[in-house]
């Protein structure tokens, strides 16, 4: 009896600090984010003043919301599945076929996820450049380098693609990495044995590999939807700042915007509040829709 | 075993311990940074050891001057951080017993606001409005400035002159100081700077073009640029637009209708005068080069600056810091700044040119507001305004600009030569949520030369947004 209370007196002791640390720097602040996003209030005087559900009223009404809403949900499906099917090829063609300077890909494919977000911005504002930029030089060979430039930055219906390349190629190392790494699990007897009775390379694809790294293909989902929208806030930052005219205004930047530079930070916060449930609404959606009775093997 | 659980169950405790302490420490010196302090010694040795010094130099100074703290934030801009610290030495060494923890930065914002946020206030901030980040405007907004009504009535130290005798007339009268305008003033202002259009004047006179003084001469000069290839007009981004705009606006309707604009009055945006500004800038975004939009950002927006110094276009607008933000770049044979004032929009009227300034402001949640003011009155003194024009940033004060030299001599002469002096910006009121006046007013201008938007759209749209904030003034 009395070491029983002893055990639980211990892993209370064992398990308080991480409870704590969760509780301070994750249940408050997003409490205080869903308190905040209730009140009126600029960020720095006491002036706070409660107005109940209107932040989300005056949101619902907003065009620029909206727009920022649709880049993001654009950003998100874009890039996910561009992406996926990228990083799977290459991370199927890496890890089955034998290539000369297998590594030197990995590395080669790994390295834009080593680089900070400013950097990549800084070389795709080279690549994208309308006059001497790597991007119109090329095409100018085949239309002629007479014709006006393409402004991938200055295009409102091109700039928001011109960004989802920009991710793309920053993503792909990353997942392929974590594509090739559950396809090392996968026994190589199974393969020989799917090649016995006669499988093509792009059936064992479909039929072993894909099925076999289904569980990684899901947490990869989720991440997609997280750092999407996370790291399109800083390619936006740091690439268009939201232009031109709030064409690639997406939701963390505009909610970045409204609360630190439009003085509303309540309003900043509701827009937070949709955020939060919508990354977790899209996440669960994405886990509930892809789920499957794992394979074992 | 015993041992062993006991041992993991002190990890733990220290564990959460030291977490705890890691939380408590962060205010300890954040609430007594002027204290000499020889209190809790051992962990922070180096840090007393050094206050403790800094105490008895000023004790030994100073005998039984009263010590203070004066905390001073000061945005570091084109001019320069050496001079700040200069000035601070000489207010300094003018008032035994008070040292000033002077912090300057580029983004001062991100470096004073976090403090701000627990309350812990600098007690004199100079930080300009109209930035991205826009504290002042949020201060503003928030009734949080302490009035300087009775810094203007102070006499500068150390000399026999009221403040507001020296700073030249019609500097405190406008929404640019008295952001609510109510004539009271909350913001001093003071380094000052022209805008209006640069150009190569060497481009000039290598073409033998004549420089357009009106609207129609500049859009003959449009054509004639454009057969041989160079494009009438260019901008670094749409940030540029107010001082353009406000200067146009100005120039259709008078300084009272400019006032009319920023105070949002009913209509004003739809009217006639308004009207010619928008259709002005509309026409002129025919004559944009055209890969201005796309360079049109934070990122890349000395791209097309770089147009004015390759001959690639005219007329770019911006303020006299343009010359040295773009002094190591490469340029065109026989270049050579040229800057004038906006055209005149009506016919027959004067040019005009915004007139941008910094701003100091003292937060009226300071602690030190009496030596605050003091060191805002100090800041108008011959003595501050010399090591100022020093970097070349110069004060609205009588005569000051007599010690200005070469290319800057030009620039401020602007006035001198019939254009109007624009000042103000728009007037401050409640947050409007998801409403930015100068996002639509400015940066629309990127859809109306790309084409996205017409000029009446974007003209509606302003309107549409001033009546929001209309509202939100009362």
Redesign the interface.
């Known amino acids: 009896m009395k070491r029983g209370r002893a055990r639980k007196v211990f892993i209370g002791v064992c398990v308080a600090p991480a409870v704590i640390l969760f509780i301070i720097f994750m249940l408050i602040p997003t409490f205080n984010v869903f308190k905040m996003s209730l009140y009126k209030w600029g960020g720095y005087s006491n002036t706070k003043e409660f107005v109940g559900l209107n932040n989300f009223k005056i949101l619902m009404e907003d065009k620029n919301f909206f727009r920022s809403f649709q880049n993001t949900v654009l950003l998100i499906v874009c890039v996910t599945v561009v992406t996926m099917a990228l990083a799977l090829i290459f991370a199927a063609i890496l890890s089955r076929e034998k290539i000369v300077g297998q590594n030197f890909y990995r590395i080669i494919f790994y390295i834009p996820n080593i680089l900070s977000v400013v950097v990549i911005s800084a070389i795709f504002s080279a690549i994208y450049d309308p006059n001497n930029g790597l991007l119109n030089s090329i095409i100018g060979i085949f239309r002629g380098s007479d014709k006006t430039p393409i402004l991938w930055l200055g295009d409102q219906k091109l700039v928001i693609y011109s960004l989802v390349i920009a991710m793309i190629w920053q993503a792909i190392g990353y997942y392929m990495v974590m594509y090739m790494a559950s396809m090392a699990g996968v026994p190589e007897s199974l393969y020989e044995s799917a090649s016995l009775e006669g499988a093509g390379r792009i059936q064992q694809f479909f039929s072993i590999t894909l099925p076999l790294i289904w569980t990684n293909v899901r947490t990869t989902l989720t991440f997609f939807v997280i750092s999407s929208i996370n790291l399109s806030f800083l390619f936006v930052k740091a690439l268009t700042s939201g232009g031109p005219d709030g064409a690639t205004e997406v939701f963390l930047s505009y909610m970045y915007k409204q609360a630190y530079t439009n003085s509303s930070y309540g309003y900043g916060m509701a827009i937070g509040v949709v955020v939060f449930i919508f990354s977790f609404g899209l996440s669960a959606l994405v886990n509930f829709v892809t789920k499957r009775e794992p394979l074992e093997f | 075993m015993k041992k062993k659980?006991i041992f993991?169950?002190l990890l733990?405790?220290a564990?959460?311990m030291s977490?705890l302490a890691g939380?408590g420490n962060q205010d300890a010196p954040a609430s007594n940074p002027g204290s000499s302090g020889n209190d809790d010694g051992s962990t922070q040795e180096q840090q007393s050891e050094q206050q403790s010094e800094q105490g008895s130099q000023q004790e030994s100074e100073q005998g039984d001057v009263q010590e203070q703290v004066l905390k001073v934030a000061a945005f570091e801009g084109g001019y320069g951080s050496d001079m700040w610290h200069e000035v601070v030495a000489a207010f300094e060494a003018s008032h035994p017993g008070v040292t000033v923890e002077l912090t300057v930065d580029k983004k001062l914002e991100d470096v004073i606001?976090p403090g701000?946020?627990v309350g812990d206030y600098p007690d004199v901030v100079h930080l300009a409005t109209g930035r991205?980040?826009?504290l002042t405007?949020?201060?503003t907004?928030?009734?949080?400035l302490l009035p300087l009504t009775d810094v203007l009535e102070m006499t500068v130290p150390g000399e026999n002159v009221k403040v507001k005798d020296k700073i030249v007339p019609g500097f405190t009268d406008t929404l640019a100081t008295n952001p609510y305008g109510d004539g009271v003033t909350y913001y001093a202002p003071m380094f000052y700077s022209p805008c209006g259009l640069f150009y190569n004047a060497g481009l000039f006179k290598e073409k033998n073009w004549e420089v357009p003084t009106t609207w129609e001469e500049m859009w003959a000069l449009g054509d004639k640029a454009a057969e041989e290839g160079i494009a009438l007009f260019t901008y670094p981004t749409?940030g540029y637009f107010d001082a353009f705009t406000y200067a146009t606006l100005s120039s259709a309707g008078g300084p009272e209708f400019f006032d009319s604009c920023m105070t949002y009055e009913d209509g004003v945006w739809e009217s006639e005068n308004a009207t010619k500004v928008f259709e002005l800038i509309g026409k002129l975004a025919q004559y944009t080069e055209?890969?201005?939009?796309?360079?049109?950002?934070?990122?890349?927006f000395t791209?097309n600056q770089q147009l004015i110094l390759d001959n690639k276009a005219i007329f770019c607008p911006n303020g006299t810091w343009l010359p040295g933000e773009m002094k190591d770049a490469p340029r065109a044979d026989g270049f050579e700044w040229g800057f004038m004032a906006i055209p005149a929009v009506n016919e027959g009227g004067a040019g005009c040119s915004f007139c941008w300034f910094e701003q100091m402001w003292i937060p009226a949640a300071a602690e030190n507001q009496d030596m605050a003011k003091e060191f805002v009155a100090y800041m108008y003194s011959d003595e501050a305004a010399r090591i100022f024009a020093g970097s070349s940033a110069i004060q609205p004060i009588v005569g000051v600009s007599d010690y200005l030299e070469g290319d800057n001599k030009l620039f401020y002469s602007i006035y001198d030569n019939g254009a109007t002096a624009v000042m103000g910006g728009f007037a401050a009121t409640a947050?409007?949520?998801?409403?930015?006046m100068l996002?639509t007013l400015c940066?629309?201008?990127?859809?109306i030369v790309?084409g996205?938007?017409t000029v009446a759209e974007w003209q509606a749209a302003v309107e549409e947004v001033s009546d929001k904030f209309r509202a939100a003034m009362e």
């Open positions: 659980k993991a169950a733990a405790a564990m959460t977490m939380c606001s701000m946020k991205e980040a826009a405007e949020t201060l907004k928030e009734n949080a749409t055209g890969t201005t939009v796309a360079n049109a950002n934070n990122d890349n791209k947050p409007v949520e998801g409403a930015n996002d940066g629309t201008v990127n859809s790309s996205d938007k």
